[in-house]
């Protein structure tokens, strides 16, 4: 829950004093022995969920930080999580809890039985260059839901059959999105021609796969950099959680005040 919602829920009388106070307390850190120290109430202050980075992490310290945030927390998530590491959590998972591996994107989930992310309105769309940047773009739509948004995808349009690509936009257009993830490689050209097309923030993924000189995504972020179409913003190479959050408070903040003003019109109607 969010810390506006925990203050409304009490003044509400939906929740005690007790209970509250219990999750203002998760604001502060969570310490897991000596090795890491967990930010369990980021979700509460920024509505962006804890995600753990499982890369660079030896399987029983990656087990152990998971668990600690998830009893914190109630939910966490981790990325960039191999094989051997998420089998390691799932046959640890405590009772109550529920947890589930999305090999595409390499992320790990869990959660508490029954809790589910509540449904903001916001609506977030995903599109990718090539099938290669599939599993960067699954870990943006996979952010985005669990931020409470509805996302809509189309993978492999990229500007190499720009008809493709024309569909795509067209498609999220008529899904009246709020904004838009693209992930690509190579020349990164893709988020220019979306950003061209339509009226919503664009977050350019400059994706890692390709050779030559643009291996490891650096032609492609040079190239997003580079853009001329407005409102593209870039994120990090390969950087699709940070996308998909990014996408999804810029798709929240709309969906509240679309709720917000249709209150309005329809007070000042009657």
Do not use: W
């Not at 999220?172 to 021609?193: K, N, Q, T, Y």
């Amino acid at each position: 829950m969010k810390l506006r919602e925990v203050l409304q829920a009490l003044a509400e009388g939906r929740m005690s004093v007790d209970e509250a106070e219990k999750m203002v307390k998760l604001t502060a850190l969570a310490e897991v022995e000596d090795k890491a120290l967990i930010d369990v109430g980021r979700e509460l202050r920024s509505g962006v969920p804890e995600v753990i980075l499982g890369e660079g992490k030896d399987t029983e310290t990656f087990r152990d930080v998971f668990l600690k945030a998830l009893k914190e927390a109630g939910r966490v998530m981790a990325s960039r999580v191999d094989l051997e590491q998420a089998e390691a959590v799932l046959s640890s998972i405590p009772e109550g809890y529920e947890a589930e591996y999305r090999e595409d994107a390499r992320l790990l989930i869990a959660r508490r039985k029954g809790m589910r992310p509540k449904p903001t309105g916001g609506r977030v769309g995903v599109i990718t260059a090539g099938t290669s940047d599939i599993p960067v773009a699954e870990e943006a739509k996979v952010v985005a839901e669990e931020m409470g948004c509805e996302v809509y995808t189309a993978y492999d349009v990229g500007v190499a059959g720009v008809h493709r690509s024309i569909q795509a936009v067209r498609e999220m257009v008529s899904r009246d999105v709020d904004a838009i993830v693209v992930v690509a490689g190579r020349e990164g050209a893709l988020p220019s021609v979306v950003a061209g097309l339509v009226d919503v923030p664009v977050i350019a993924v400059p994706a890692s796969g390709g050779y030559g000189m643009g291996a490891g995504g650096i032609g492609a972020l040079m190239a997003m950099l580079q853009t001329c179409s407005l409102g593209v913003t870039v994120v990090n190479i390969d950087a699709g959680i940070q996308a998909g959050a990014v996408a999804a408070l810029i798709a929240n903040r709309a969906a509240k005040f679309r709720k917000e003003f249709s209150k309005t019109s329809k007070y000042e109607m009657e």
